[in-house]
């Protein structure tokens, strides 16, 4: 089987796969997305929905300032609005430490030059969060954040890619990758593929192909926990985000309550399940309770986890590979890829179309791996 | 009963497959706890039948009285017993299980080395236009309003679907003094043609002469309406009647309770969950766990005894309760397996005698497509509000499976769990994408299989681990 016509195989088929595709097709390139299982199906699908740029390692803030614009007008990007709701997101602090913590990271962005996290004392902070326990002494808010709603998100952005051409093959999976003269083969369990640029989009499965390519990367494989209650009334518009412990807590648009934050599940990487940890998720429920006492009554009744990659600094890897030609990457986005997943894409496709982005990349470069030794 | 930390076998269900199962491995010196949601042993079969204020014998009759011998077996036994106790969550840690459940509202955390999940049946969904009208239920809900309170339907019944357990419950209660005004039989005119194949083995079971019986009754209680092909209920509101299609014509008939019933299927949410392989069972179109014929699934450690894992009724899951114990004994080391095969061969014949016929049962009864797989407005997913159609214009802007119509239509993501619309939701896409309900799957389904409060699930014990816990939130 030929890519049929398409320059560019896009291995993985999650938001930031689906974003290439999509940006590629707007510069003209076609492009072939190939997903082992169906779009959206770990992570991409079934995250959190946040659209934050509040608590970004400092690397990532370029990124993170420029997808939120596009956020903004994400409708004019894919057609849809992905259920973005711009309410804010909001860090808080329970005591003096984390307040201190807070203010003097609000100082150092301001210092280098960014206004998007301010310090809200606590009568701001319970205005905007009222069901907040009054133990909160005040917060770091990024007003323009939000959420958005993740599976229809990527959804969109693979819709839009198609209607403009892009080729997805779902449940094919990659079986290897080769050089042959100036192209790249890609044998899948559908057939072998040619094309002229790979990118790697692979996600928690990526590490198998920069093995192949040569560049072994330190990846994790993990499954933030997720939690879901009932509907209730609303009572709560900002993601309110923990600092001293873990947590990520929002209610979204039909009522129902969503606790995050990081307490990970076992992850089987080869069967692609995960198993939930139900002491870590009565550790996230104790800080749910605490923080906010109309959630004591609340009616847990699904509990889940989205697989994904997460590299030992905690920052993607974006960009070209240092030991191949025409290959790119864009994963390990440590389990804040999803408000990433506009730009990167655009990235992906300004580096394949101009061999450069006019965001700063280098703090992702595969590079800083060089020298890992391969599992 | 408080609950040890630790069991050899924890049996899940106390139905019969679950009663026998315990009785069985407790009699082997295991370690064993039965744990059951309802307050009194019995399942939906023999429900309430320690409690049941109907005493008189003939109304639930002699079938149900059955599992008096039963439950006074599973008494005598000295099997822990846990009842009012709700299975959330059964995760493996190392070598054992870890099972999450709730009583009287507090959770805890136990460990057991070997599972028996002996969870039952539910009854088929049954989506026709009006269903979610108050006013219809379905005829199982009903029955265990007689059987553990002794209530019946006060004014004009009407009984609609189809299967033995619909005449069951037609005779439990005309018998309780009800008054049914009608059943609408939608078993498919000409379908006996088509399974005469199977009847002489059906004539042979222990089945026939009830069944015979049980039909000739229900035609002298009350009209009986065979070959139904549409049903809906109507009313503004509230149920005011129903109305019906047979050989093409339409008819209205008033009704203040109309009682659904298609039959019953496995009940696969903790066995989905935990992640024991399933396939589709065409011949009772159902999604049905696969095990051995020990009741052994995919999982080392997890068996299913009785209707949980295939339709086979109450007699057979006793048998089948019984060689899961078996299974699981033998699993721990503590049956040799030429003592297991020995002590297999009693079971095992009563199995087959209990099995025999049901091929005829499930081809005759297995209902029409048109109530398996809805059109237009009608309700599909009851928690979410849901229609067919909404399912249908969903599949074909792309989406292939019911994993992806949640994400589109949160179809199944409701309290229920998908209980309600799982199995229509499948059929629904499969027929639209002219592909088989097989190759469409099932949803993944998650913990908590029951739904469980934020506080009960923050009172549980911590660990150094969860003490420690690493902090991703960064500064």
Not at chain 1, 126 to 150: K, N
Not at chain 2, 202 to 222: I, N, T
Not at chain 2, 452 to 464: M, Y
Request: hydrophobic share 45%; charged share 20%.
């Amino acid at each position: 089987m030929s890519a049929a016509g398409a320059d560019v195989v896009i291995i993985g088929g999650g938001l930031h796969g689906c974003s290439a595709a999509l940006h590629l097709a707007r510069a003209g390139v076609r492009a072939l997305v190939v997903e082992k299982n169906y779009v959206g199906r770990h992570a991409s699908g079934v995250n959190a929905g946040g659209v934050r740029t509040l608590a970004r390692n400092e690397a990532e803030i370029p990124l993170a300032l420029a997808a939120l614009e596009l956020w903004h007008h994400i409708g004019e990007l894919v057609d849809d609005d992905c259920g973005f709701e711009s309410f804010g997101q909001i860090r808080v602090a329970e005591n003096a430490a984390d307040a201190a913590a807070l203010q003097q990271r609000e100082a150092r962005l301001q210092a280098l030059g960014y206004s998007h996290e301010r310090w809200i004392a606590a009568d701001e902070l319970f205005l905007r969060v009222p069901a907040l326990s009054r133990h909160c002494v005040g917060g770091l808010i990024a007003l323009r954040d939000g959420a958005a709603l993740p599976y229809r998100t990527t959804a969109a952005f693979r819709r839009k890619a198609e209607n403009l051409g892009q080729i997805f093959l779902e449940g094919t999976r990659v079986l290897g990758i080769r050089r042959e003269g100036n192209s790249w083969v890609v044998d899948t369990s559908a057939g072998t593929l040619s094309c002229r640029v790979l990118v790697n989009c692979a996600g928690a499965w990526a590490d198998a192909i920069c093995a192949a390519l040569g560049e072994p990367v330190p990846l994790e494989a993990i499954g933030p926990m997720m939690l879901v209650t009932l509907r209730m009334p609303r009572f709560l518009e900002p993601v309110v985000l923990g600092t001293g412990r873990p947590l990520s807590f929002k209610q979204t648009a039909e009522g129902t309550v969503l606790i995050g934050g990081g307490r990970l599940s076992r992850v089987d990487r080869g069967l692609e399940t995960t198993e939930l940890d139900f002491r870590e998720l009565a550790a996230s429920a104790r800080t749910v309770r605490e923080l906010f006492p109309v959630m004591r009554g609340a009616v847990i009744h699904r509990g889940w986890a989205g697989i994904e990659a997460r590299m030992p600094d905690e920052i993607p890897v974006i960009g070209p590979s240092s030991t191949a030609p025409d290959v790119f990457h864009a994963f390990g986005f440590s389990a804040h890829g999803f408000e990433l997943g506009p730009i990167v894409g655009r990235i992906t496709a300004e580096l394949i179309t101009t061999g450069a982005s006019a965001l700063p990349i280098a703090p992702f470069s595969i590079r800083r791996f060089a020298g890992h030794a391969p599992d | 009963m408080t609950l040890a930390s630790r069991y050899d076998i924890l049996v899940i269900g106390a139905g019969p497959a679950g009663l026998a199962a315990a009785a069985e491995s407790v009699a082997m010196g295991l370690r064993v706890a039965l744990v059951d949601e309802q307050g009194a042993p019995g399942g939906q079969i023999y429900r309430a039948i320690t409690t049941t204020p109907v005493q008189q014998r003939d109304v639930l009759g002699a079938d149900y009285w059955y599992g008096e011998k039963l439950v006074a077996a599973f008494e005598r036994s000295g099997a822990g017993y846990s009842p009012r106790t709700t299975v959330w969550a059964v995760t493996r840690e190392a070598d054992e299980f870890q099972i999450g459940l709730s009583c009287d509202g507090g959770a805890q955390l136990i460990r057991a080395r070997q599972v028996i999940l002996a969870t039952g049946a539910q009854e088929r969904p049954f989506p026709i236009p009006g269903w979610t009208l108050p006013g219809v239920m379905t005829a199982g809900a009903a029955q265990i309003l007689l059987k553990s309170a002794g209530l019946v339907p006060g004014g004009t019944t009407v009984l609609a679907g189809s299967g033995p357990l619909l005449y069951l419950i037609a005779a439990q209660f005309t018998a309780a003094g009800a008054r049914v005004e009608c059943l609408l039989d939608t078993t498919p005119a000409g379908r006996w043609r088509d399974v005469l194949r199977h009847a002489p083995d059906f004539v042979a079971s222990p089945y026939a002469a009830k069944g015979w019986s049980m039909l000739r009754a229900a035609q002298r209680m009350m009209r009986i309406v065979k070959g139904v092909e549409q049903i809906s209920a109507i009313g503004a509101g509230k149920l005011d009647g129903v109305r019906f299609t047979t050989g093409g014509h339409t008819q209205d008939i008033p009704a203040d309770l109309l009682l659904l019933h298609q039959g019953v299927v496995p009940g696969i949410n903790l066995s989905n969950a935990i992640g024991c392989a399933h396939h589709w069972d065409a011949a009772q179109a159902c999604f049905t766990p696969t095990v051995d014929d020990w009741g052994a699934t995919s999982i080392p450690g997890i068996t299913i005894a009785g209707d949980a894992a295939g339709i086979a009724g109450a007699r057979s899951a006793e048998a089948r309760g019984t060689l899961a114990a078996l299974h699981a004994a033998s699993a721990l080391g503590h049956l040799r397996t030429a003592q297991r095969d020995a002590q297999a061969v009693a079971p095992r014949r009563e199995l087959e005698r209990w099995n025999r016929g049901r091929k005829f049962v499930d081809a005759l009864y297995l209902p029409a497509p048109e109530f398996r797989i809805p059109t237009g407005d009608t309700i599909v997913c009851r928690c979410e509000e849901v229609t067919a159609r909404q399912v249908t214009e969903t599949v074909a802007l792309g989406c292939t499976g019911p994993n992806q119509m949640k994400s589109f239509l949160r179809c199944g993501m409701g309290p229920c769990q998908g209980r309600l619309c799982g199995l229509t939701i499948t059929e629904l896409i499969a027929k639209e994408r002219g592909v088989s309900p097989a190759e469409t799957g099932y949803y993944r389904l998650r913990f908590p299989v029951k739904p469980i409060t934020l506080g009960e699930l923050a009172a549980l014990p911590q660990t150094d681990s969860s003490v420690d816990a690493v902090v991703r939130i960064k500064r």
